[in-house]
C-alpha cells in the first residue's frame, strides 16, 4: 500500500462553480492563436455535474463537440495574491473566429499545466536573480543585479562603444515586452549587436522574395484557407505545427472538395490525408523548391495558363533597373525568362526533386488550368519554414511568382501567404541603426550585424540575451557554444565572492581581457545558457501572469490575461527592461503597467501591418483604457490594422484586398495606407522576380549527401512547443510520449544501417560549412564585403575612418561597386548571368531614386527593416561575392564537425534519403541545428536550417524499444 | 476507496498484487488508484473504479485484429469499447500472450467515435472522424498523432475461463465529469 494517499478529488474532474471568475485570453502557443478561456475559483469548492451546479450550465456527461469536457491536463492548482486557486483552462467553446467551437491541439489543450504550481514539475522556475560565483549561481536582489549590469554597461559602452552592447532577445513573445526591449536597444543604448531568437541578424523581412513581389507575408486570413478551390502548401503540414488552421479551416474545406497540393519529403498525417482526398503529394528532395516552382511556372505560361486578367491589372509592366537580377520587366519579361531559362526546364526539376514529370505537370495543371467553361479555379499559396528555410530569397520569390501567375494574392481564397511559426509578437521600441552596422556588401545596402560572428569575433563585451535559448537554435552552433563558453564561464577572470563591487570590477576585467559578460533572462533554467554559461540569471515573468498583447496569423489581436500569481520575484520582461533603462538614464521608461507599454508601442508603430493605434486614440476618447477595450473583446479581439471608420472600430480582414470597402476614419490617425487594398510597391502592382538557382546552387550541390550520408532535416511536431521547455521536458503526458529526441528514418535507409525503431543513433557530419570572420579591417573585408570600421569597435585607432575606408571610385548611392575590388572573378563577364538572362536588353535610365523604388514609402516600413529591406535593383555582380562558391574562395567559409543523438523512429514517412528530427530540444545530446551550415542566404543574410546531411549509426538499444510506458513508435500518418 | 502502488513492469506482466485477478475480482466495491506507475501514472493517475465484472467476450471466438465492441458499465455510446487481441503483447493486455485489450471509443480531444476504426496492421485506434488523431493500443492508448488531452482510457480485463470480463476502467472518458 502507498503511503502517497491521493486525494479523492482527484479520481473525479474539478468542474468549475457557478459564478466563479472568468478570464480570455489565447493559447501561448503556436501561431494560429487559439481563444481560451479561465475559469477560477479558491480551492475547497467544486461545481456539480447539473446544469445548475457548474459554470457550463452543462448536464455531464456531455455528448461530443460539447467544449465542456475537462480532462485532468486541463486543470491547476496556482496562487493569487498568495492564495490556491483552482484553475481550469478550456478553449472557448463559444468562439466564431479561430478556434471555431472550442477545437484545440495538445498543446494549448494541456496548457492549464504550463502555469507555476511548485508541487508540479513547473517548480523550477527562475524565482530571484543570482549572480554566477565560482562558477555557481546564487541569490542576489534585483538592485545589485541592475546595478551591475548598468555599471558594466556604462563601462563597455564608453570604452569599446555602442556596438560592444549586445541582446538577443525573442522576437515575439508579447508587444509590451518586445516594445520595452527593442526601445532599450535601439533608442536607449542605440546598438546595431542586436537579433532575434531565430536567426543571426533580425532585420528585413523573413520572406524577403515575397516582400519583394510586394505581397505582406501575413496578409491572408484563416478563412482564406477554406475558400479556395486548390490550396498548394509548401515546406509545412499545418496538421503538425498549426493544428486549428488545418482542424478548422483546412479540414472542413477538403472534405467540401478543396483539393490540397503539398510539397514536403515527409508524408505527415495532413499531407496523408489531403492525398486520401484526392489532393496531390510532391515529396520533394530538400532545398529543391525554387526548381519544382519554376518548371511548374514554366508548364503554365506555356501552355497559356496564366490568369492573364489578373496580370493585365496587378502585375508592374517593367523594372526598375536595368540587368537587375530578380525583378521582370513585366509578365512578357517574365514568359521569356521562365520558358527560356534553364533551372526552370522539367528535366533539371525531375533530377534534382525526386518528383516525377507527370506530377509535376499534374500540379501545375491542377492550379492553373482553365476549367472547361473557361473559368478558373481559386488557388491560394501558403508556405512556412521548409520553403523559406532551406533557400530563402530565391524560394520565397518563385513561390511568389507562381501564385501570381495563378491570379492568387488579393482576394478572398485568392491568396499568398505564410501559415506561420510562432505567434506575431514584436512591437518594435526604435529604429535598428543601420548606420551603426559595419558591413555594406557590394552595390548593397546596410546589412545588419550577424551577432553570431560578432560574438565569435570578439566583439561583443556584454550580451543581454531573453527567452532563447540561443545557441542550439542556430545553425552549425558548436562553434558558438565552444566560443561563447571561453568568453564567459570558462574565461579567467572569474567573481569569487558574493560582492557588488568584487563582482563590477571583475567583469571590468573580463571584458578588458577578451572576455563577454553574459546576462539571460528567462523564465526556466535552460540549458546550457543560463546552467552553464550566463553571468547573471534574470527570472521572467510569462503568460497567464501579466496583461499582455500580440496578434496572430491573422493579425487578430487579443489580451492575454493575467490570472495567477508569477512565482518569487519573477518580473515581466518590460519591466525589467524598464528597470534597467531607468538606470542607465534612458527617458521613456516611465511605465505604470503594462498597458502604458502597450498604448505608447501603438503610436510608434502607426503604419505597421499590426496597427492598433486606432484602437488606442478609441480608448481615450471613450476614457477607458486600451487594454480593457480589448478585454471587451475577449478571444474574438480584432484583426488589424484595426481601424476607426465611422465612429466604429473595424478589423481588417485581409491585406491587399481589392473587395475591401472602408468607410469614413473617424480617429485623427487615419489607417488607409494603400496596401489595404492594393499590393505593396509604390505602384500597387506586384513584382514578378525571377528566382535564380545560381545563387544557391553550389551551396545545394555541396550539402547535399554523400555516399553513405542522410539529408537530416528538421521541423515541428504537433505535440511539442519550440524548446519543449513547458511540454517535453514539464508536462509528463507529453513527456511519456516523447521522452527523447528521435529521428525519423526510410525503412530501406534503416535497414542497410541495421537501425530498428528504438534504436539509439549517433547522427554526425564532419564537413559542416560555416561562415566566418568578415569583421576586421582586413583589405578583404572592406572590399568583399564592403566593411567599414565601426568608431566603436575598439581595436580600431584610426582617426576618420570612414574617409579612409571608403574608395570613391567605388561608392555610389546604392553602395559600393563591385568593380575592381576583391576577387577579380567579380568583374569578369559572368557566364552565370548569362545562363541566368541571356537577352540582351536595352539600357534605360536609372530611376533617381536609387534603389528600392518599388519599395512603399518609408512611412509604412517597419522600423527593424528600413532600408534594410529590399533587393529590388541588384545586379547579379552585387549578388555574386556573397554566395557560397565565392565566399569559400575568399576564405570566408570553415569546415567544422558536429553531431547528436536521438532514438530512431523507422518510417516511409520520410522519403528515402532523407531523416527528420525535431528542431530544438534542448534536453537531447546534442543539437541538431548544429548539423545546419552556417552560410546565410546571400541577398536575405537568412540562415538555412533545413539543410544538412550526415551519417547516421546505431549506437546502441534505447530504453524505450521494449517499453509499453514511454514513446510509441507507431505510424503518425495514419489516416 | 483503496489504493495501491505498481511497479510498471510487474503491472506489464500483469502480476501486481493490486491488480491481480484475485485482487480485482474479491476486492469490494471500491476504486482503485494506482498511483506511482512510472511513466505513465506521472501523466494520468492510473484510476480504477471497480465494477460487478462484465462479460464481454470468449477467449474462444476472439480472432487477431478483429476487434469487438461492447458498452460498459451503462447500455448507451457514451459508454462504448472496443476490445482487440492485438496479436502482440500490450501494456495492461490479458490472455496467454498479453495481447488482449479493451480502450474506450470516446476520443479524449473531443468525443469523437472512434468505433470501427481499429487498424490491425498497426495496433492504433483511429484516425478520428473529427481531427483524424491516433491511439496506440500497444502503450496504454498513448496519442500517436493529433490533439488529445489525455491518454484513451484503457478497461481493466480479467479472464476467468474461457471468459474476458471487464472489471473497471483506468482514467476518464471522455464527456464524464467523474469515473464511470
Known sequence: MSNKMVNKSETEVLLPPKNVEVFTTACDYCITGCGYKVYRWPVGESGKPTPEGNAFNALYPVGPLSGQWISENQHNVVDVDGKKHNVVIVADKDTKVVNVGGDHSIRGGTIAKKCYNPDSPTKDRLKYPQVRINGKLER????????????????????????????????????????????????????????????????????????????????????????????????????????????????????????????MPRKTAGVAYAEK??????????????????????????????????????????????????????????????????YAELDIAVEKTGISAEDIYKAAEMLARPNEDGSRKKASFGFEKGLYWSNNYANTAAITALGLICGAGNRPGQVISRFGGHQRGMMPGGHYPEHLAPEKFPGWKKQGI??????????????????????????????????????????????????????IETFKQRMDNDGMVMVDQDIYPVKPINTELADIVLPASGWGEEDLTRANGERRIRLYSKFNDSPGESLPDWKIAAMFAKRMGYSGFDWKDSNEVFEDAAFYNKNRRTSYVA?????????????????????????????????????????????????????????????????????????????????????????????????????????LWQSGFDDQMRRPYIKERWPDNWLEIHPEDAKVRGIESGDRVLISNDRIPIEIGGYSKSEQDRKVRGVVPLQANADIDEVDLLAQVVDHQHV??????????????????????????????????????????????????????????????????????????????????????????????????????????????????????????????????????????GEVKKIGESEYKHSLAQMSFKSRNIV | M?????????????????????????????????????????????????????????????????????????????????LVKLGERGAGGVGKDQDIVAFS????????????????????????????????????????????????????????????????????????????
Not at chain 1, 463 to 472: K, N, P, R
Request: glycine content about 8%; some cysteine.
Open chain 1, 450 to 503: 550577424d551577432l553570431d560572428r560578432w560574438v565569435e569575433e570578439g566583439k561583443a563585451k556584454f550580451v543581454w540575451v531573453v527567452g532563447t535559448t540561443w545557441i542550439q537554435a542556430m545553425t552549425a552552433s558548436k562553434r558558438l557554444k565552444d566560443k561563447i563558453h571561453n568568453l564567459t564561464s570558462g574565461h579567467t577572470y572569474q567573481p569569487s565572492k558574493l560582492d557588488k563591487d568584487h563582482i
Open chain 1, 140 to 263: 542576489i536582489s534585483w538592485d545589485d543585479a541592475i546595478d551591475i549590469m548598468a555599471e558594466i554597461s556604462n563601462y563597455t559602452i564608453e570604452k569599446y562603444g555602442v556596438s560592444s552592447w549586445a541582446m538577443k532577445m525573442f522576437s515575439y513573445q508579447y508587444w509590451e515586452n518586445t516594445h520595452a526591449l527593442t526601445k532599450l536597444a535601439f533608442q536607449g543604448v542605440q546598438t546595431p549587436a542586436w537579433a532575434v531568437h531565430d536567426q543571426p541578424t533580425g532585420h528585413g523581412p523573413d520572406t524577403p522574395g515575397m516582400s519583394d513581389a510586394g505581397i505582406d507575408n501575413f496578409s491572408a486570413c484563416y478563412e482564406d484557407w477554406s475558400l479556395a478551390d486548390v490550396l498548394f502548401i509548401a515546406g509545412t503540414d499545418p496538421f503538425e505545427s498549426k493544428t486549428i488552421i488545418f482542424n478548422e479551416w483546412i479540414l472542413p474545406a477538403m472534405r467540401r472538395g478543396m483539393k490540397v497540393i503539398t510539397v
Open chain 1, 812 to 949: 555610389t548611392t546604392d553602395g559600393i561597386r563591385a568593380s575592381g575590388m576583391g576577387n577579380p572573378d567579380i568583374i569578369e563577364s559572368d557566364e552565370l548571368l548569362m545562363t541566368m538572362d541571356p537577352v540582351e536588353r536595352p539600357l534605360r535610365n536609372k530611376p533617381t531614386d536609387s534603389n528600392n523604388a518599388s519599395i512603399p514609402d518609408d512611412p509604412d516600413a517597419d522600423p527593424i527593416m528600413k532600408h534594410l529591406e529590399s533587393a529590388i535593383g541588384m545586379k547579379w555582380e552585387d549578388v555574386k561575392p556573397m554566395t557560397f562558391g565565392e565566399m569559400q574562395k575568399n576564405g570566408y567559409i570553415e569546415l567544422e564537425s558536429a553531431s547528436f543523438e536521438a532514438v530512431a523512429i523507422v518510417t516511409d514517412a520520410v522519403k528515402k534519403g532523407v531523416s527528420f528530427t525535431y528542431f530544438n530540444l534542448p534536453s537531447s545530446v546534442g543539437a541538431t541545428n548544429s548539423l545546419a551550415g552556417r552560410v546565410l542566404d546571400p541577398v536575405s543574410q537568412r540562415p538555412r536550417y533545413k539543410l544538412a546531411r
Open chain 2, 105 to 180: 471509443n470516446l476520443c479524449t480531444h473531443m468525443g469523437g467515435p472512434l468505433n470501427g476504426s481499429y487498424k490491425a496492421k498497426h495496433k492504433v485506434l483511429g484516425p478520428c472522424p473529427l481531427h483524424l488523431t491516433t491511439f496506440d493500443l500497444t502503450r496504454h492508448g498513448m496519442v500517436v498523432s493529433g490533439h488529445a488531452t489525455q491518454t484513451l482510457p484503457q478497461a481493466r480485463l480479467e479472464i476467468m475461463g474461457d471468459d474476458v470480463y471487464i472489471t473497471g476502467v483506468m482514467g476518464l472518458i471522455y464527456g464524464q465529469a467523474g469515473l464511470i
Open chain 1, 615 to 719: 484602437l488606442v486614440e478609441y480608448a481615450r476618447k471613450h476614457g477607458r483604457r486600451a487594454h480593457e477595450l480589448l478585454r471587451d473583446m475577449g478571444t474574438t479581439g480584432i484583426q488589424a490594422p484595426v481601424r476607426w471608420e465611422d465612429g466604429k472600430l473595424v478589423g481588417t480582414k485581409r491585406l491587399h484586398d481589392s473587395t475591401l470597402r472602408t468607410g469614413t476614419p473617424t480617429g485623427l490617425t487615419a489607417i488607409n495606407p494603400s496596401w489595404l487594398r492594393k499590393f505593396k510597391t509604390k505602384t500597387g502592382r506586384a513584382n514578378l522576380l525571377k528566382a535564380n538557382w545560381e545563387m544557391f546552387g553550389d551551396y545545394w550541390e555541396f550539402m547535399k549527401p554523400r555516399e553513405n550520408e542522410l539529408w537530416v532535416t528538421t521541423g515541428r511536431i504537433n505535440e
Open chain 1, 277 to 342: 482526398l484526392g489532393g496531390l503529394y510532391l515529396e520533394i528532395n530538400p532545398g529543391t523548391d525554387t526548381l519544382l516552382l519554376n518548371a511548374m511556372a514554366r508548364i503554365i505560361v506555356e501552355n497559356g495558363w496564366e490568369d492573364s486578367e489578373f496580370v493585365n491589372k496587378w502585375i508592374n509592366n517593367r523594372a526598375e533597373l536595368d540587368q537587375e537580377v530578380f525583378q521582370a520587366d513585366g509578365f512578357d519579361d517574365y514568359k521569356r525568362w521562365v520558358t527560356t531559362y534553364k
Open chain 2, 2 to 82: 483503496d489504493e495501491c502502488n505498481l511497479d510498471k513492469n510487474e503491472h506489464l506482466n500483469n502480476s501486481a498484487p493490486c491488480v491481480s485477478r484475485r485482487n480485482f475480482l474479491l476486492a469490494g466495491a471500491s476504486t482503485f488508484v494506482l498511483s506511482t506507475m512510472p511513466g505513465m501514472a506521472h501523466a494520468f493517475k492510473l484510476i480504477v473504479k471497480e465494477h460487478s465484472p462484465l462479460r464481454v467476450a470468449s477467449l474462444s471466438q476472439l480472432t487477431e485484429g478483429n476487434p469487438v465492441e461492447f458498452m460498459f458499465p451503462l447500455d448507451n455510446p457514451m459508454s462504448s469499447f472496443t
